[in-house]
């Protein structure tokens, strides 16, 4: 079973940038799919970004251009790289792997 600690949340101004990341228990190079999902308030949870172990990733039509996901394998760590931050990218963010396994979750508000 893989677990999953996210890190890097906090305040941040509008136009702003933050880095997450999410380590895994265990080796991702195997694992098909990690990825990122948020829950705002009052919200459904919502996919942010996915990578694929073949390489190819998948983004929310609200954070292409703007956030980036990436993977260090070595590391067993998955990165969220999100700039130009906007009020409305304030939530909780998820980790995830194969959408089976999740992490606790970092809050990300954005606010001036």
């Known amino acids: 079973q893989v677990q999953l600690v996210e890190s890097g949340g906090g305040l941040v101004q509008p136009g702003g940038s933050l880095r997450l990341s999410c380590e895994a228990s265990?080796?991702?190079?195997?694992?098909?799919?990690m990825g990122w999902y948020r829950q705002a308030p009052g919200k459904m949870r919502e996919m942010v970004a996915e990578?694929?172990?073949?390489?190819?990733?998948n983004y929310a039509d609200s954070v292409k251009g703007r956030f980036t996901i990436s993977r260090d394998n070595a590391k067993n760590t998955v990165y969220l790289q999100m700039n130009n931050l906007k009020p409305e990218d304030t939530a909780v963010y998820y980790c995830?792997?194969?959408?089976?396994?999740w992490g606790q979750g970092t809050q990300v508000t954005v606010s001036s």
């Open positions: 265990e080796s991702i190079l195997n694992i098909l799919l």
């Open positions: 990578s694929f172990r073949r390489g190819n990733v």
């Open positions: 995830t792997a194969l959408r089976n396994y």
